[in-house]
């Protein structure tokens, strides 16, 4: 690696060029961070075993600041895909890694960021098996993109999506609202809030895989709820089964320091995006078991069940039950109003 006038490493354009310098890049800072291997041996392919059914996935993170409290872009990366995964009702087993690196970045960065990717993908039991690295030019983005593609087994006991939805099915979310987008607000702007606000950024695969695995086919839908939060999950379960859903605005788990910053940026924070956070649709039979299931787990300590899909309707709406008592409609977010969090 070599260093700039202020004795930093950074990412140069060399290290893209598919020489000597990519294969150092790759040898001294990506393979360490995300778990080792021997570069002589890399391929253009990996093999992954997937015994059954297999479901796949791929997503681009952008965000800034690249590091913000409770995360960074290499958990964000692989905790996104993997949840992806766990949601459609499939178990995690691989993940290639893409990095579109600005030149100038530091190299010290870089690792922090690939190493939280390494923990964050141990942590999850999936592999990162194959991957990308591209430099470009200062300008060309903003610092660091990250890609992440994921290969997951179908649980067998996964028979999730819209048409399995029905009159008096229930909601449950596993925790509190908003705290990834607000929290990476809150480091951007510097809001100075009094408590500590940390994202939720990780891995939902056991909350999903636990719900499966024990209450079988009464689980009907999931979903994480990221861009556009629980307000455009709610919205796209009623458009997609064609069926009125109702919320309950008392029963949803709230932070406070959450609800301090949003009332502070003036958001609403059913729209603000969530990383760590799972939505079901189970029977009204196992609504209170679902709850107790990811209560179990530390990432579903205060999980709750916050509402109940009704009869069809020709044109579905969303409708809350707000804390005054009143009603209001709850509508599809009309843009990102958050820009780069995820």
């Given at each position: 690696?070599?260093?700039?006038?202020?004795?930093?490493?950074?990412?140069?354009?060399?290290?893209?060029?598919?020489?000597?310098?990519?294969?150092?890049?790759?040898?001294?800072?990506?393979?360490?961070?995300?778990?080792?291997?021997?570069?002589?041996?890399?391929?253009?392919?990996?093999?992954?075993?997937?015994?059954?059914?297999?479901?796949?996935?791929?997503?681009?993170?952008?965000?800034?600041?690249?590091?913000?409290?409770?995360?960074?872009?290499?958990?964000?990366?692989?905790?996104?895909?993997?949840?992806?995964?766990?949601?459609?009702?499939?178990?995690?087993?691989?993940?290639?890694?893409?990095?579109?690196?600005?030149?100038?970045?530091?190299?010290?960065?870089?690792?922090?960021?690939?190493?939280?990717?390494?923990r964050a993908a141990a942590d999850a039991g999936v592999a990162v098996v194959t991957g990308d690295t591209k430099v470009v030019p200062r300008g060309a983005v903003d610092k660091l993109v990250v890609n992440t593609t994921g290969?997951?087994?179908?649980?067998?006991?996964?028979?999730?999506?819209?048409?399995?939805?029905?009159?008096?099915?229930?909601?449950?979310?596993?925790?509190?609202?908003?705290?990834?987008?607000?929290?990476?607000?809150?480091?951007?702007?510097?809001?100075?809030?009094?408590?500590?606000?940390?994202?939720?950024?990780?891995?939902?695969?056991?909350?999903?895989?636990?719900?499966?695995?024990?209450?079988?086919?009464?689980?009907?839908?999931?979903?994480?709820?990221?861009?556009?939060?629980?307000?455009?999950?709610?919205?796209?379960?009623?458009?997609?089964?064609?069926?009125?859903?109702?919320?309950?605005?008392?029963?949803?788990?709230?932070?406070?320091?959450?609800?301090?910053?949003?009332?502070?940026?003036?958001?609403?924070?059913?729209?603000?995006?969530?990383?760590?956070?799972?939505?079901?649709?189970?029977?009204?039979?196992?609504?209170?078991?679902?709850?107790?299931?990811?209560t179990e787990q530390p990432a579903g300590a205060h999980a709750a069940v916050i509402g109940t899909v009704r009869e069809r309707a020709e044109m579905p709406v969303v409708e809350m039950t707000t804390l005054a008592g009143g009603r209001r409609i709850v509508q599809m977010p009309y843009g990102e109003e958050l820009p780069r969090i995820c």
């Open positions: 690696m070599t260093r700039d006038g202020d004795n930093v490493e950074r990412i140069q354009l060399a290290h893209g060029g598919g020489g000597r310098m990519t294969a150092e890049l790759i040898e001294s800072v990506i393979l360490p961070a995300l778990g080792g291997g021997d570069a002589a041996t890399l391929a253009d392919a990996a093999a992954v075993d997937v015994r059954g059914q297999a479901a796949m996935t791929t997503d681009t993170y952008v965000v800034q600041p690249l590091e913000f409290p409770g995360g960074d872009i290499g958990t964000l990366a692989v905790a996104g895909t993997v949840n992806d995964l766990a949601v459609f009702g499939a178990v995690p087993r691989a993940l290639s890694l893409g990095l579109v690196i600005e030149e100038g970045l530091e190299t010290a960065l870089l690792r922090r960021v690939l190493e939280s990717a390494g290969v997951g087994e179908i649980h067998p006991g996964a028979q999730l999506g819209f048409d399995a939805v029905g009159e008096g099915d229930k909601i449950v979310v596993s925790g509190a609202l908003g705290e990834h987008g607000l929290a990476v607000m809150a480091c951007r702007e510097a809001l100075g809030l009094s408590a500590e606000l940390d994202s939720d950024c990780g891995s939902v695969a056991p909350l999903a895989l636990g719900l499966i695995e024990r209450l079988g086919d009464a689980v009907r839908f999931m979903r994480d709820p990221t861009r556009g939060g629980l307000a455009a999950t709610a919205v796209e379960l009623a458009r997609g089964t064609g069926r009125d859903v109702a919320l309950d605005e008392a029963a949803i788990p709230v932070n406070p320091t959450a609800r301090a910053a949003a009332e502070m940026l003036g958001l609403d924070l059913l729209t603000v995006a969530n990383e760590g956070k799972l939505v079901a649709v189970v029977g009204a039979e196992a609504a209170e078991q679902a709850r107790a299931v990811l």
